[in-house]
């Protein structure tokens, strides 16, 4: 019942209420969701990035400070609106494409870099994976921010934590991955491997998954 009610909350959160998604992500995260996004930045190789789930774009300011030629992905056209409106007044105008992550509409071999940041459950599909391996090149990798954990400190961070728990976006290796992550990027092709990273008040988990 949890789970179902979680999965509607945040199919909200993608789509009709995407314009709370900055607000919702900063009081959950006590001020750190950014912070965690750009773990993912010194995985990535190569100029080529492909961001799946852009989301409102944060990122992709990223990508573009650090002088790489990213692209924006993601299903949610309330997403892509506001994503375009940000960036636009950061005078950046990445490609945006919209679709699913199991069918990707670029040719093979394409990307360097796939990221995400604390992307749904499409990030274990095989299907998406398999699509994930046929764009990028050789050498090319898939990382991505799955979850971060809130070192307890004050209230604020204390209700932080329970509600990154509820929600399945605060693990730790402990708890143990789902055997199909291993199992969906094994099967497409990929070494996976998991990076943990302590900042001041939290960890964050960065999965790297390499083509063999």
């Known amino acids: 019942m949890l789970r179902t009610l979680l999965r509607f909350f945040f199919r909200l959160l993608y789509n009709e209420f995407a314009f709370t998604y900055d607000l919702v992500s900063r009081v959950v995260s006590v001020g750190q969701w950014r912070e965690w996004q750009r773990q993912a930045l010194s995985f990535i190789v190569g100029e080529e990035v492909l961001e799946v789930a852009h989301g409102t774009g944060n990122l992709q300011i990223d990508l573009a400070a650090k002088g790489y030629k990213p692209v924006a992905f993601d299903l949610s056209s309330a997403m892509g609106l506001i994503a375009k409106g940000k960036l636009a007044r950061q005078k950046l105008f990445p490609p945006f494409v919209r679709g699913k992550a199991q069918a990707l509409p670029f040719p093979s071999g394409y990307f360097t870099t796939i990221v995400s940041t604390f992307p749904t459950e499409f990030i274990v599909d095989p299907a998406a994976v398999r699509e994930f391996r046929r764009v990028l090149k050789k050498g ?3 990382v991505f921010v799955p979850a971060a954990t809130i070192i307890p400190g004050g209230i604020a961070d204390r209700l932080a934590g329970w509600l990154f728990d509820i929600t399945g976006q605060s693990t730790t290796p402990a708890q143990g991955w789902p055997p199909r992550l291993t199992e969906a990027y094994q099967a497409a ?24």
């Open 140 to 142: 090319g990798r898939v």
């Open 189 to 212: 092709g990929f070494n996976l491997r998991l990076e943990r990273l302590p900042l001041p008040r939290s960890l964050v988990w960065v999965v790297v998954a390499e083509v063999k």
